[in-house]
């Protein structure tokens, strides 16, 4: 990412589009925290920055990121835009992290057959275990795509995945409804990859070990300036 031409140094860039994706803040709140900090930035600047370098983050962290689960959780929820309702399709491993997210208008079978064309064109295999609710398009889609696979309708199977949409509840109301599909699409895309850096176990974990993972999930993708956290 190049920050050339830009008035502020990149660790202040960083770290605002860092707190924009992962804290459930608006842009004004953002605007807000760094004016506490000394730093004079409206929240059209850092709408600007987020849109420039949020991207970007996300796909280094999807390079550096570990190879995902062979169990894929699939889900869709449903977001009001402008009046219009959209899909919030997506898909997480055993392990919670987020695999991909897709928004589209339709919620049928050629809805669900392009997620899994999405997902194995970009994760290159086949998943073990495919766990959705009892929604039919699923099964047609894994027929159309000539998948063999295990795949487990229930809808008390795939707690999983349904509470993996909660955050984006969150940020739907901290935002005051998404713009449109594309808007969406955008921030669900960087927000999930960088929420993924901090999944970890809650439970047989001392303070110490807690904030020594918290610390690598903040460096892992190529260091701490990638968000900022230094020199700030």
Same mark, same amino acid.
């Given at each position: 990412?190049?920050?050339?031409?830009?008035?502020?140094?990149?660790?202040?860039?960083?770290?605002?589009?860092?707190?924009?994706?992962?804290?459930?803040?608006?842009?004004?709140?953002?605007?807000?925290?760094?004016?506490?900090?000394?730093?004079?930035?409206?929240?059209?600047?850092?709408?600007?920055?987020?849109?420039?370098?949020?991207?970007?983050?996300?796909?280094?962290?999807?390079?550096n990121a570990?190879?995902?689960?062979?169990?894929?959780?699939l889900d869709?929820?449903?977001?009001?835009?402008?009046? +219009? #309702?959209?899909?919030l399709w =997506? /898909?997480?491993?055993? *392990?919670?992290? &987020?695999?991909?997210?897709?928004?589209?208008? $339709?919620?049928?079978?050629?809805?669900?057959?392009?997620?899994?064309?999405?997902?194995?064109?970009?994760?290159?295999?086949?998943?073990?275990?495919?766990?959705?609710?009892?929604?039919?398009?699923?099964?047609?889609?894994?027929?159309?795509?000539?998948?063999?696979?295990?795949?487990?309708? +229930? #809808?008390?199977?795939?707690? =999983? /995945?349904?509470?993996? *949409?909660?955050? &984006?509840?969150?940020?739907?109301?901290?935002? $005051?409804?998404?713009?449109?599909?594309?808007?969406?699409?955008?921030?669900?895309?960087?927000?999930?990859?960088?929420?993924?850096?901090?999944?970890?176990?809650?439970?047989?974990?001392?303070?110490?070990?807690?904030?020594?993972?918290?610390?690598?999930?903040?460096?892992?993708?190529?260091?701490?300036?990638?968000?900022?956290?230094?020199?700030?």
């Amino acid at each position: 990412m190049s920050y050339a031409g830009y008035r502020f140094p990149p660790e202040v860039i960083s770290y605002a589009v860092w707190l924009y994706f992962r804290c459930p803040l608006s842009l004004r709140m953002v605007e807000e925290m760094l004016a506490a900090r000394g730093i004079e930035a409206t929240y059209e600047t850092v709408r600007r920055w987020a849109l420039k370098f949020g991207g970007a983050i996300a796909q280094r962290i999807r390079s550096n990121a570990p190879a995902c689960g062979d169990k894929w959780h699939l889900d869709e929820v449903v977001v009001t835009i402008n009046g +219009h #309702k959209h899909w919030l399709w =997506r /898909a997480v491993d055993q *392990h919670g992290a &987020t695999l991909d997210v897709l928004v589209q208008s $339709r919620r049928d079978r050629h809805a669900a057959r392009r997620l899994m064309r999405k997902l194995l064109k970009k994760h290159g295999r086949v998943p073990r275990v495919l766990v959705t609710d009892k929604l039919r398009s699923y099964a047609a889609a894994n027929r159309d795509l000539g998948l063999d696979l295990d795949h487990r309708q +229930h #809808k008390g199977l795939n707690n =999983r /995945a349904e509470n993996s *949409h909660q955050p &984006t509840r969150v940020r739907e109301k901290v935002m $005051r409804e998404f713009k449109s599909a594309r808007h969406l699409q955008r921030f669900a895309s960087t927000h999930n990859q960088v929420a993924n850096l901090f999944i970890q176990s809650r439970y047989n974990r001392d303070a110490a070990a807690k904030r020594a993972a918290r610390s690598h999930a903040l460096g892992r993708a190529s260091g701490a300036q990638t968000f900022g956290v230094t020199g700030v």
